[in-house]
């Protein structure tokens, strides 16, 4: 939301917003705005952040967090993928999910993965979203050795030929491995509204067979 | 399967599948050889065919299909779109799901598309397909008005700039309405195969609930 | 205009210009520019203005504005199009239009489109201009819901593969309903001239026929 | 219509959609069908054809032609552009177009452009299609010399970079004479029914004013 | 030669430059560096400058210009294509040349480039570089009206698809009147070098034949 | 000429074009069609014919070939450069000049290059055409040997990325040794014409002068 | 060599090479003229042949192979890559090599990668050929788990955006794991040659020190 | 490592690097934190540095270089290149072999070329990284004179189309000299480590073999 907009505007919007919908998620905050908007909306409601994705959610105190009961796993390839992938959890939680994330497992050390992998199929996930900028090869990887539902996000990490994350988009679209889609580039908040949308669809039926 | 293959290549591929696995799907074959191919495998078991598509299914006599309880509605923009459309739900029946198709509802007449959402509603869909090409727009259309999750499928029908998929494929991740991911240009069977895997999950504990 | 020129210089064309032709627009100020480059020309004539779109227009006190008796209506998919949008509106003003706007009105919100049209058909519109980023999806919708010519103006709103207008552009190119025609990426003003040209024509006929 | 389809298919939907639409026009049809087809449809009824463009229109014999009163002209740069004319021409013919061509006035021979304008300025067209591929340059001439609304079509025609209508689709949408619009390559259906209906909306009030 | 260089850095290459070969020629000097940098070298010889091209050429002041007796035209399509046409001026008086130049005869105003020809004409010119940008339609044009070899030049100029000259530079390939090659997007200093190459041969033996 | 036409349809054209122009060039006949065209024109005039090229020419027989003294030096950088190559040449002779032509000297036996480029500075050769696809490489290494103007002709020899003669067009325009232009990819017979006239300047003059 | 060659000519090259060079490989044959070539060419030596890859290896009977020492391991992604590996290994064996071979061990079944990697550090390799096309993540995999250096061939295996190798070569080109570079896709030939040199290299001391 | 990062920020992650590892590389340092970093590390152990290549390597002060016997030939094209150059000169160095550097050698003054690869035989260099941008041509020509493998480093230097070092990347991969393979744009460190690995192999033996 904060594309090119003065730190003064986008509290103006922020107040605005927390009045009408009880809670508000502010992405890709310039590092220079961080602090001045985080000091500004500090009395606004219960603060979430992450200065690296740029990201401040903002919750009415009086707001009680809906819990819908889906189960999301997030693994990045890098570290830089991580604001990306810290949107799309922020949003799943937002949207009543519970999000179980591990960064950094990319191919380059692919035994970092497995004990990731290990960990969500105990969860027992509904969902994976995999961000990964660079060669995004690790949504085949993963596909190839669970049987959940993927959903990749490319980043925009990468340089000289297929840069901006066109080289990880394209490689997550000839993904081999059934069960996989894909998102825009660095779109993590879409991600993690259809993540969130797929999850809370089986925690539904999940939920009523537990009563 | 089929792409450059001789007929007699395919049969033979299919009867060594078919003893291995009790079914077997061949898509993308030539009109030519598509009446030749069904002749010869006639007998190999109970047939699924889709001229349109090229498409041939192939299921064992004594083979009872299971029926997994996941839901799953199909649209598509064109009539040029069904090919892709047929492989999706084939590969999604072949996973145990139940798939209801609406096709040629796009924007370009866009009050056909109103019954065919009230038809998914009703049945109370896990997930939809959304099977376009040309401008791609259906998928924008169908998730401002739903809100279920939905994987787009852009289909190589276009011509000029954007065309062999490119543009429906841009489109379709540009999407401004939330709830939406892609799969590569005509991957009907991916497309066919996630949406299974999304559905089946639902449905899972769907099934415990009604025990 | 304003395109890496200083405010001074600008205001200096300006001058010159309005002195030739009794009327002047500027477009693309930036916003750091806009507010002396208005101070500076206060006094030249009348003053018609768009923060937004970074637009003044300056017409000689004693010009009296021509009508020529046209009639354009506007369309912008989100609040992103309006500049664009504006740069249309002023020119076709300019050339003697009346221009009816409906802004935000894109496909992920169908609903607000209806009224909209609706207000078009019954003020009998000659043209339609429909200015859409992301997915570019609006021009679609509309050509297969009503019998009027449309203008389509893609822009540069957009993210990852596809951005900088080049999805909606392609989209708008690959519409599979009949009657529009496309004008560049951000081309509010070439958009504008056609409109007005084919408005016009149209009123031409209109107005000795009402003499 | 007839792309990859058998003379014997083309010949039934033909059959079918004049049945419905008391006439119908074929495109595209390649030259090997072309006098197969022509002989299966003579008896359908009037038949008008143009071999080069692979077009053959088929008119109900007891129709009689509707006639709206708009006037178009049509220019194309070489001989290559003319099946992309016809097209456009028969299409606007059919929505009551009076049309008026002249072929082969491209830039590389722009004193030929001279007498086809004064022609289209002596009787007043209300649009002019400008069919043209390789550079493309035709329609930034055309809309430098006269004051009439242009609609641009830029065809395949043209080889090494820039080739299959890229570098004419290019060089329309950036030229810099106000008063362009550009439909996709090679898409001369479209290119005739957006002009018909700008010329038919002006031949509307033109009638009723001359009567 | 001035890109991403201090001021300071500049003048002194300039310095070691100009000792070396007598005569130094700086282009594309950023608007800040441009009178700083003209300030600190203008003792060093005779200065030729062209602001708008950031473009400043030092020579010895005890250094006489050879002529080579070679006549070339230059055209420019706008006004934004001077600063490229000024620095292949530069280079070609450098070898020696005679250099005509006619700045905005482009396509939009064809009537403008008529006499700029004649003038070209009457001066026998040996060759004409031709600089545009946007659509790039002039060379095309000018090659279908005389009979002496063309060098395109595409400029930077334009914008949405097609933009940074990729429009101009390919119009300018596909151009269908022969007679003309073309030099990379922006490249003024290598068509002065060729098209001075080219003039001083034909001088070569016009010069011989004079004596 | 050729592309796309039966045999009889280009003897048809060539028997009328030889008529009016007392000579004629085909060009890009498949070789199929070669020898069965070559059969029927054969009475035509004198035949000049390169089979790799699929290249005839045929000259009324009572036509004297002017001779312009223009001399041009055509390279190639492999064998398959060599049909390019052909055009080019049969261009420049029809047009008068003399032509030297040494193929297959490419940049991978670099050895090849300097006895022949010995032999056109002998000559002295008013230009160099430099034929080649692949990497493009030759025109770079030729141009900063010699000090002539070179035209450099891309070809569409070529695989993977930069396949069709792209990798070899962007090569020739990013050349860092100046002196070089460019024509489209296989575009021999604009590279024989723009030579042509280069070389031909330069010869009225020579030829003036040795008189 | 054997593209649009016929049978025939194929030959004829063979014979004329064999007899300079001893030994010849002919690759890319179409599987129509495979068996035709074979039976002409199977008195001229001993044959090597891979139908799958149209690759004809033949070597004159009295030559003895030369054996460089150098080791060389061969992994592809599919069952698709095979015809290029083939090229890769032929090659590399005509260059001296012993060629260890593991074929489709892609990402979407990455345990049977283990036990081929497994047996290339067992056999002591000196570089690693990988071969894959569509997403091409398998060298980042490979290099994330053995300290070899690798060369990666991008074949053209895939569908969609992305197709012809692109996907797979921006991939490999972005690989996060350093000791990786990449030859042009399905350059099978190019891949074996350097594969072949670099391990010569190390064979060559080694040989000398087991001496 | 230093890509908008704060200098601080830097030395923070330097000092934590060098604790764990004994030596540290930093790359790609903006001109204006050079300084400034130079002098806050200057302390924590030995350093090299290159400011053209924004690059500063620091190794502990009781280290002791190993050296593993590799010998590497490095060339770059121009000037510009040096700094990638310099980036795979230090990673190579830090993996233990010697490197001979000889820059601004590129194919614009080919003489300078053949001095260096005499240097680099006379050495029996392992392997050749030979970097250039703009038309990319130097790996060609170099493959075609020695029989060393050879690693090309396409560089960003460039403009126009194919800038961006796309045209210099192409260009490498379409190599027609076998015995090349290209790491990715501005790549110097991958390139610096493969051509250590394959250096370090061969040296593995060479060093045996000598003792």
Not at 10 to 30: A, E, F, G, M, P
Not at 58 to 82: C, W
Not at 99 to 109: H, R
Not at 141 to 165: A, C, M, Q
Request: proline letters at 3%; one cysteine or more; glycine letters at 10%.
């Amino acid at each position: 939301m904060a594309r090119m907009k003065t730190s003064k505007d986008i509290v103006r919007i922020v107040k605005k917003t927390i009045d009408l919908n009880n809670s508000v998620i502010i992405t890709k905050i310039n590092l220079e705005q961080f602090d001045k908007i985080l000091k500004l909306v500090r009395n606004y409601g219960i603060i979430y952040k992450c200065k690296m994705a740029g990201l401040i959610k903002i919750t009415k105190k009086n707001l009680e967090q809906k819990y819908s009961g889906g189960i999301i796993g997030i693994l990045t390839g890098g570290t830089s993928d991580i604001p990306i992938a810290e949107e799309a959890k922020t949003i799943a939680i937002e949207m009543g999910c519970e999000v179980i994330s591990e960064y950094d497992v990319g191919v380059a050390g692919v035994h970092r993965l497995f004990p990731a992998l290990k960990k969500f199929i105990k969860k027992d996930v509904d969902v994976i979203l995999v961000v990964a900028g660079m060669e995004g090869a690790l949504p085949s990887v993963v596909s190839g050795l669970v049987d959940i539902p993927i959903i990749s996000v490319p980043t925009s990490i990468g340089y000289g030929i297929g840069d901006k994350g066109i080289a990880a988009l394209m490689t997550m679209l000839q993904s081999c491995s059934p069960g996989t889609a894909v998102v825009n580039i660095d779109n993590g908040i879409g991600a993690g509204a259809i993540a969130a949308m797929i999850s809370n669809r089986a925690a539904q039926f999940r939920k009523k067979q537990s009563l």
